[in-house]
């Protein structure tokens, strides 16, 4: 497998094999019947610059980029097998482009990393992640944290995030770039977890917190659908609900037989993602692509 980024990009040393940088994807070569995936929005707009009719061209995509419709058929509307990480993402896709998704493929969960690490009893409170892009919906969740403290002040609240800190948020509850083994501690001290997202493409953190031992509350934001039944192994609340959200999560605190059930609900939720899973069926949707190619 060759894995080409973008000479500015700085994530490739996450990669192992055959890795190769490129500032012209057009000057790339590539053999025939090469499979080529596009992996976000960037990736699709310089694979229409491909010309190379013996490649099989793949988008994956991994969640909605923008909210202007017009955009995102200007990034996706090329013509080409597309495989998405949520069910959700059908929809849109069949909505905005006029095309059928070849494949659902979610991501999977490492249970060796994210597990509970602390003692039972020195679990408590109530977690979350915060971005400040649209996506991750910064004051729907600056909104159920200043509620929290105002209603609940005796709970304590945990923030991780890969963003600065913002000014709303107290820096005694802010990690910012945790690395795993503190994200999962993070999780793990927490009795709940909340997600507080406009949109999320499939949402591994729900995931994260599920296998660390949390309850979880999420906004029915797109990728959580295909992770949460809602009353069985946690809650949905509508998208900016901070009042919602405020009282699942109270819920959930004040009924700890409601709150394990959940927890048990979950193990269960989690044994059906693994990276396993998730690899096996996208090796096979692409061979069925390279296959049909040769007939």
């Not at 949109?199 to 934001?221: I, K």
């Not at 959580?224 to 039944?229: E, K, L, N, S």
Request: with cysteine.
């Amino acid at each position: 497998m060759r894995v080409c980024y973008p000479h500015r990009n700085d994530w490739i040393e996450l990669f192992e094999g055959n890795v190769e940088r490129f500032d012209d994807i057009e000057k790339c070569r590539f053999e025939y019947n090469e499979i080529v995936i596009a992996s976000g929005g960037l990736a699709a707009t310089l694979l229409r610059k491909v010309k190379n009719q013996g490649v099989i061209k793949v988008h994956h995509i991994r969640g909605v980029p923008f909210r202007d419709p017009i955009k995102m058929n200007e990034v996706w509307g090329e013509n080409v097998p597309k495989i998405t990480i949520a069910s959700y993402l059908e929809d849109v896709v069949k909505e905005v482009c006029g095309q059928k998704v070849l494949a659902v493929v979610p991501n999977g969960i490492d249970t060796t990393e994210y597990f509970p690490s602390v003692p039972e009893n020195q679990r408590n409170g109530v977690g979350t992640i915060f971005g400040v892009t649209y996506h991750k919906d910064p004051q729907t969740v600056i909104g159920v944290l200043e509620e929290l403290h105002r209603t609940r002040p005796e709970i304590p609240l945990r923030v991780f995030s890969g963003c600065r800190r913002p000014k709303e948020i107290p820096r005694r509850i802010y990690h910012r770039l945790p690395s795993v083994e503190k994200a999962r501690e993070i999780y793990s001290r927490s009795l709940v977890w909340f997600l507080g997202s406009y949109s999320e493409g499939f949402s591994v953190p729900v995931l994260e917190a599920m296998a660390c031992g949390c309850a979880v509350v999420a906004t029915d934001c797109g990728g959580p659908r295909d992770i949460i039944v809602d009353g069985e192994n946690g809650f949905l609340v509508e998208v900016g609900g901070v009042k919602q959200i405020v009282n699942r999560i109270k819920l959930l605190l004040d009924e700890p037989e409601l709150r394990q059930r959940f927890v048990q609900k979950s193990k269960e939720t989690v044994s059906r993602f693994s990276w396993d899973s998730s690899v096996n069926k996208l090796e096979k949707v692409l061979y069925s692509l390279a296959e049909a190619r040769q007939i």
